[in-house]
T-cell receptor, first 116, second 111 residues
Framework: DAGVTQSPTHLIKTRGQQVTLRCSPK?????VSWYQQALGQGPQFIFQ???????QRGNFPDRFSGHQFPNYSSELNVNALLLGDSALYLC???????????????FGPGTRLLVL | QKEVEQDPGPLSVPEGAIVSLNCTYS??????FMWYRQYSRKGPELLMY????GNKEDGRFTAQVDKSSKYISLFIRDSQPSDSATYLC???????????FGSGTRLSIRP
């Protein structure tokens, strides 16, 4: 049973460019959450997708957008990249509606983005 | 003030010692609490998931929540060098909500 997978593993971009990161949830999961983890910090919530709609959003600018596909996979898009966007981007999947521990979020290995 | 505060360490202990990792939180609306372990350059791995106050044990790990003092702890017994990692605590408003993480504590177990 494959866990959460993310691609690419590493990415280097320059300021002003746009980037798309991809996530496939754990088998049986229908909800995808995205987090940004700066070096030496804990992950910060960006947004969560369920039934192809953004269900919750953290304190991130509109440059950060996402999408969820009918097969529950998801993309994170970041426009007009800034140096401060350099971080590890983590995707977590869960199963909604089951309540309690069944809705636990499981994380993928992350995509490390470097903006020069 | 951050919603979840965690001492960043680093914390270094000898193999076999009991490790105590602690977090405080400010939001009394948190219902669920998590501990994740994160090895260098990897994604966080779930260790413990607790609801409300009390203790929960899983092998060498014990998670403790004291909602009256807004304090959460993770104890590791018989620590091993393979336990060397960053430990993240987090709180959730509901089981489906976002996780509010602390900044992580870096732990090193000396052989």
């Amino acid at each position: 049973d494959a866990g959460v997978t993310q691609s690419p593993t590493h990415l280097i971009k320059t300021r002003g460019q746009q980037v798309t990161l991809r996530c496939s949830p754990k088998s049986g999961h229908d909800t995808v959450s995205w987090y940004q983890q700066a070096l030496g910090q804990g992950p910060q919530f960006i947004f969560q997708y369920y039934e192809e709609e953004e269900r919750q959003r953290g304190n991130f600018p509109d440059r950060f957008s996402g999408h969820q596909f009918p097969n529950y996979s998801s993309e994170l898009n970041v426009n007009a990249l800034l140096l401060g966007d350099s971080a590890l981007y983590l995707c977590a999947s869960s199963l909604s509606g089951s309540g309690g521990p069944q809705e636990t979020q499981y994380f993928g290995p992350g995509t490390r983005l470097l903006v020069l | 003030q951050k919603e979840v505060e965690q001492d960043p360490g680093p914390l270094s202990v000898p193999e076999g010692a009991i490790v105590s990792l602690n977090c405080t939180y400010s939001n009394s609306a948190f219902q669920y609490f998590m501990w994740y372990r994160q090895y260098s350059r990897k994604g966080p791995e779930l260790l413990m998931y607790t609801y409300s106050s009390g203790n929960k044990e899983d092998g060498r790990f014990t998670a403790q929540v004291d909602k009256s003092s807004k304090y959460i702890s993770l104890f590791i017994r018989d620590s091993q060098p393979s336990d060397s990692a960053t430990y993240l605590c987090g709180g959730l408003y509901s089981s489906a909500s976002k996780i509010i993480f602390g900044s992580g504590t870096r732990l090193s177990i000396r052989p």
